[in-house]
């Protein structure tokens, strides 16, 4: 095991001493790295696939931990991965824009724009108004690094930001990187492109297995693999897979520890950023806007087509109907809110990454989403309650009666849409996602009560209903309709042990129904934070 040191420059940037890194449970290691980084220096760490070149580049940036050795690097630092780190729906200077002010770097009044400014750096400027969709694979590579430079990092770390993109394209935006290390910042890069490692100024080679292969210029690399290319370097890698190990000087002077970046903004800032974002992003995607308020509309509709009218006749009520209009009205509130919720996060993990590392609080993020969706709820919830009264599939009810069924439906939407929630923070893609809307959905059918009674359930089924958060919305919704009243003052045809098994079920006070729902929301969103904090870690 042995590590290198770079040539050093008057000042130094970055610095690794003897940091290494090992998989949990075995797999792969990265070999100790001593390392000084010089300031204004444009570096690429190189290397065949799985050698080990992002865990590198996340030790120096402080994204990953060391297991061995230290890294210092100043606090302000920018990482860009390998995903794009900008919403797609949003024009590029909006989207830089709330960037900027989640970050604390937006100007006063008066002073330069510097999302103008960063544009220009990256030869953007022409496209500021352009929605980030509709940019090219190397305009959209710079937005996420624009995103980055708002906050004036002394060392920027790139995960292949040439990947993909044409020779051309690639070369114009490492031009654009000379230009930043040019600047007095510090940029370091992973590339698999040969053609990439001419214009560094420095070159970290990897071999398989995590071993330092070689440190230095790309001209020092080259006589030191026999290379005339630096395709060549790979072929020699391959080749003299136990070639020796890159010896290792001894570190210089340590830099001084640097103070940890403070969360920028307060937490309701931060929520107010947030929820304007998602606002403008919704209102801007409008095929998603459209499905979200079309398709509860669709849904109400079937339930007009499904059920006929005077089901709550209370001269000749229908017990069955109602219970099960009552349970599609719940299930429906469950569902819409269900599949709000499991629509968002999964796909914005790339930027939660960047915006937590840059001090982003993930309670105001998640507050958010329901800062933003439950109002639509409410709208769909409202809507669906309105057209099924008005079409006499509701019982008739005073003033007060008809907001507890309100608020009843606005609370399993809100218990649906945290769980949503939950479901979209544990998977990786929206396609995950997807597939855990059947999984969520039936039991909430089946343990609900209005199928089968819960007394007559087998044990397991009982056991199960209570943890059904659409069983409480259930029984407050029969409980707000009279059911029982009602089936008792029409002759209900339903055999008394029946009966008495849902008078049972719609007689609890509405109070404690509620106070279910509510914690069922808690609960869900209380465990979203965790799963997060998780999955995107601490600040940096």
Not at 153 to 163: C, I
Not at 230 to 235: G, N
Not at 383 to 394: F, I
Not at 395 to 413: G, H, K, M, W, Y
């Amino acid at each position: 095991m042995a590590g290198s040191r770079i040539g050093v420059a008057e000042e130094i940037g970055v610095q690794a001493l003897a940091a290494s890194w090992t998989a949990r449970k075995g797999g792969f290691s990265l070999d100790p790295v001593t390392a000084e980084i010089g300031v204004g220096r444009l570096v690429a760490i190189v290397g065949p696939s799985g050698a080990g070149k992002t865990t590198l580049l996340e030790l120096l940036a402080g994204v990953r931990a060391p297991t061995a050795g230290r890294i210092r690097c100043p606090a302000e630092v920018g990482f860009v991965p390998q995903d794009d780190i900008v919403h797609l729906h949003l024009p590029l200077h909006r989207t830089l824009t709330y960037a900027a002010r989640l970050r604390g770097t937006d100007s006063p009044a008066g002073d330069r724009d510097p999302v103008d400014d960063v544009l220009a750096t990256l030869g953007l400027r022409h496209r500021r108004d352009a929605t980030v969709a509709t940019l090219s694979g190397g305009e959209r590579k710079r937005a996420s690094i624009a995103v980055e430079l708002l906050a004036h990092p002394r060392v920027l770390f790139l995960d292949e930001p040439t990947s993909g993109l044409d020779p051309a394209t690639g070369r114009d935006l490492l031009h654009h990187l000379r230009d930043i290390a040019r600047g007095g910042s510090t940029v370091v890069l992973t590339t698999h492109n040969p053609g990439d490692i001419g214009m560094c100024d420095e070159v970290i080679v990897l071999a398989q297995g995590g071993r330092l292969a070689f440190m230095g210029s790309p001209d020092a690399a080259l006589a030191h693999f026999s290379a005339s290319t630096a395709e060549e370097i790979y072929d020699r890698l391959s080749l003299d897979a136990e070639a020796p190990p890159w010896p290792t000087p001894p570190a210089g002077t340590p830099l001084p520890e640097q103070e940890p970046v403070r969360r920028r903004g307060s937490a309701r800032r931060q929520w107010w950023l947030l929820t304007a974002r998602d606002l403008e992003l919704l209102v801007r995607d409008r095929l998603t806007l459209a499905i979200l308020i079309g398709s509860p509309i669709m849904i109400t509709l079937m339930f007009l087509m499904l059920f006929e009218p005077g089901a709550f006749d209370r001269a000749n009520p229908s017990p069955n109907t109602t219970v099960m209009i009552l349970f599609w009205i719940a299930f429906g509130g469950f569902f819409f809110g269900l599949t709000y919720g499991l629509s968002q996060i999964c796909d914005e993990f790339p930027i939660l990454r960047r915006e937590r590392r840059a001090g982003l609080r993930l309670a105001p993020y998640l507050l958010s989403k329901v800062a933003t969706l439950l109002p639509l709820l409410c709208l769909v919830d409202a809507l669906l309650l309105a057209l099924l009264s008005w079409t006499d599939r509701l019982p008739e009810l005073d003033l007060a009666r008809n907001l507890s069924l309100f608020l009843t439906v606005i609370l399993a939407s809100l218990c649906a849409l945290m769980l949503g929630l939950l479901a979209a923070a544990a998977v990786r893609n929206p396609s995950q996602a997807a597939l855990t809307l059947p999984m969520l959905c039936f039991p909430q059918v089946l343990f609900v009560g209005a199928l089968l009674p819960v007394p007559v359930m087998a044990e397991v089924g009982r056991w199960l209903s209570y943890a059904m958060s659409n069983r409480w919305a259930f029984e407050a919704l029969g409980n707000s309709a009279q059911l029982p009243d009602l089936w008792r003052t029409g002759g209900s045809p339903l055999g008394p042990p029946l009966l008495a098994s849902y008078a049972d079920s719609f007689d609890k006070p509405l109070w404690l129904d509620w106070t279910l729902l509510g914690g069922f929301a808690l609960a869900f969103g209380v465990a979203t934070l965790l799963v997060l904090q998780r999955k995107v870690g601490a600040p940096r």
